[in-house]
Every structure is written in C-alpha cells, then in structure tokens.
C-alpha cells in the first residue's frame, strides 16, 4: 500500500487549507485512516482520524477547525484534512497513515503504512 499526500503549503494565520492523502496498491477498504503532524524538535502526535464507517476522532487542539472525511465508492481510501482558522502552532510536517486490519480464528493483525510528509506553515 503507498500513500500519497498533498495540498501543504504556506498560510496566514486564520486562513485553510485542505490535504489530500490517496492510498493505491490495495483492493481493500482501508480499516482506519488519519493525520499526524510533527513539529521541530516535537515528537508525532495524532491530529485526526476517520474509520472506514465513518467514524471520527480529533485532538483537542484542532476540534472545531479542522475536519476529516473520506472519500467514497472508488475513491474510499482516500482521506482530506480541512484546515481552517489556522495558527502558527499549527506549523508541522502533516503525515497520512492508514491502517488495515485482518481478524482470523486466531489472530488479529493490524498493518500500518505511513505516506511522505507534507509541509504546512502558518505564518505571516
């Protein structure tokens, strides 16, 4: 499975912007898929994630200005994060991860896959 991400770029604070993240190489609907972000000299942290029904998780910090869809039909693995009232804190590197998950008679498995990064700096 790759993951390809996109739409980062440079904004003031209070404006948007929308990633994109599509995931090829897989026939199977992604189980969970999300953002991390990781700022300099920060560890990765969760930003917001979506399961395949739709489900929806965020951090505190960006519940209420950012939000988290799916594609649908042939476009189901792909994720967008809409960003807006953007402040400089949000400045990271903006990463897609996707998760599959596989339930037999005896074992649950859980695959991760991680797409490249994508710059986002919020700054005037």
């Known amino acids: 499975v790759q993951l390809q991400a996109s739409g980062g770029g440079l904004v003031q604070p209070g404006g948007s912007l929308r990633l994109s993240c599509a995931a090829s190489g897989t026939i199977f609907s992604l189980d969970v898929m999300g953002w991390y972000r990781q700022a300099p000299g920060e560890q990765r942290e969760s930003v917001a994630h979506?399961?395949?029904?739709?489900?929806?998780?965020?951090t505190d910090s960006v519940k209420g200005r950012f939000t988290i869809s799916r594609g649908t039909a042939k476009n189901k693995n792909t994720v967008y994060l809409q960003m807006n009232s953007l402040k400089p804190e949000d400045t990271a590197v903006y990463y897609c991860?996707?998760?599959?998950?596989?339930?037999?008679?005896?074992?649950?498995?859980?695959?991760?896959?991680w797409g490249q990064g994508t710059q986002v700096t919020v700054s005037s």
């Open positions: 991860k996707a998760r599959r998950i596989t339930i037999s008679s005896d074992a649950r498995n859980e695959y991760d896959y």
């Open positions: 979506i399961t395949s029904g739709g489900n929806t998780n965020y």
